[in-house]
């Protein structure tokens, strides 16, 4: 799609990042926005809150607002016309919202999400397959560029934290040349090229961060409900020993990386570290050690760590939240799959699945497998078979 004209563009999602993206690449871009929103009543709330304040706006660190064109939980609606669909979304909706979206798409559209998250390609490349639609082509970025969070709905989204630089990835992989400087232009940020959809599925530091400091916090946690005022800040709070698991994690990634990185480029799966400087690097004032990278990162400041009231004033581990929903079954349970396929051991990925699992009452790595997006489940059960799909155009 050579000739991409941005005369509009559709967000698939109503949460944070979807309400974060749509004022930003209105403005970015110049062009007319569609949302689609089939979550729940959230066309109607969107619309109601946006007509109410003149647009959606973003606030703090990103400033921007938007009336949007169309929102409607009807992709009929909002998905024919637009050459570039961007998926905003936790990665357990990734596959309702293709097989919603597929039969509207544009000729020769580009749809992506953002984040990718691990194996958006396998899932996202047999519904294209399935539905006979060879000519759209699929992109992903390795993490959502804000930290952000709606303070009303519809209408305003705090942007607590921007990042200075973010890798795409596209399938055919060759097309992200074309579609890195578009999704620069959208986010207004730097956007690097990696090599593949897998480079992102590894580099993907979410599966580190967000299961590693929930481990860090409360794998020990006896089961006692804390006060209001006994709720640790998520990655403030991280201590010695949080750090000592990410750290951990983060060379059983550089293990995998190294052993595929002689048949795939694997560049972009940046040890934890590196990954932190890259992305906020303004941001933090002491990045002497991993844990001095995290507690002094200012686009972290006063974040906490997810919770449940489960008696006035008594708040217990939400280990319902998408830290581990979202980020183990398609995240870490992802590059676990793909180590296993080419042969690599990962321990302190395996223990900290393993207690996820446990608190969640699913072993992601045999029976509950067909909740995620390890590349088994797609077929591809070899390695020479996922590295063919990697090359594959
Ligand atoms: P969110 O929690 O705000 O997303 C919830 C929204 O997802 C819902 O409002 C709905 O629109 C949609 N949704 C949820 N379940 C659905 C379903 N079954 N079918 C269809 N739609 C459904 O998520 P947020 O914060 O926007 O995050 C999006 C992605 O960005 C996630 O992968 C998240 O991990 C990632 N991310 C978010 C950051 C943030 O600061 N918000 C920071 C870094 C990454």
């Known amino acids: 799609m050579a000739d991409i004209r941005l005369n509009k563009i559709t967000v698939c999602g109503g949460g944070n990042g979807a309400q974060t993206l749509a004022p930003i ?28 304040h003149g647009g959606v706006e973003t606030t703090g660190a990103v400033q921007a607002k938007a009336l949007l064109r169309c929102i409607s939980a009807d992709p009929a609606e909002v998905i024919p016309g637009s050459p570039l669909v961007v998926l905003v979304l936790p990665a357990f909706a990734h596959e309702s919202t293709l097989r919603a979206i597929l039969p509207f798409l544009d000729q020769g559209a580009w749809v992506g999400a953002i984040p990718a998250r691990g194996g958006f390609d396998f899932c996202a490349a047999k519904l294209l397959r399935e539905h006979g639609r060879p000519d759209v082509a699929l992109f992903g970025l390795q993490t959502l560029p804000w930290a952000c969070r709606i303070q009303e709905f519809g209408r305003s989204i705090h942007v607590l934290g921007v990042k200075q630089a973010v890798d795409a990835a ?63 800040l998520f990655y403030h709070g991280l201590s010695d020993h949080g750090a000592n698991v990410l750290a951990a994690m983060s060379e059983d990634v550089q293990a995998i990386r190294e052993c595929l990185g002689a048949s795939i480029d694997l560049s972009a799966v940046r040890p934890l570290i590196e990954w932190l400087l890259y992305s906020y690097n303004r941001n933090i004032q002491d990045s002497s050690t991993l844990r001095s990278a995290f507690v002094t990162n200012q686009a972290y400041s006063g974040l906490k760590a997810p919770v449940r009231e489960v008696a006035p004033g008594a708040f217990v581990p939400d280990f319902g939240a998408r830290y581990l929903t979202e980020d183990v079954p ?11 396929l080419a042969g690599v051991e990962t321990p302190a990925l395996d223990r900290v699945i393993g207690w996820a699992g446990a608190q969640l009452g699913k072993d992601f790595l045999s029976t509950h497998q067909d909740e995620t997006r390890v590349p088994q489940r797609y077929g591809l059960d070899r390695l020479d078979h996922l590295i063919t799909f990697v090359r594959e155009d």
């Open 25 to 52: 690449a209105a403005h970015q871009l110049d062009c007319q926005v569609d949302l689609y929103a089939p979550f729940g009543d959230e066309a109607d709330r969107l619309r109601s809150g946006s007509d109410s």
């Open 170 to 232: 596209s399938r055919p992989a060759g097309l992200i040349g074309e579609m890195a400087p578009v999704l620069q232009g959208m986010l207004g940020l730097r956007v690097h090229q990696a090599a593949s959809l897998l480079a992102l599925t590894l580099a993907n530091t979410g599966q580190l961060i967000h299961p590693g400091i929930m481990y860090g916090l409360f794998g020990d946690w006896d089961g006692t409900p804390f006060p209001a005022d006994g709720v640790p």
């Open 330 to 340: 398609y995240g870490l349970a992802v590059s676990r799959a793909i180590a296993e």
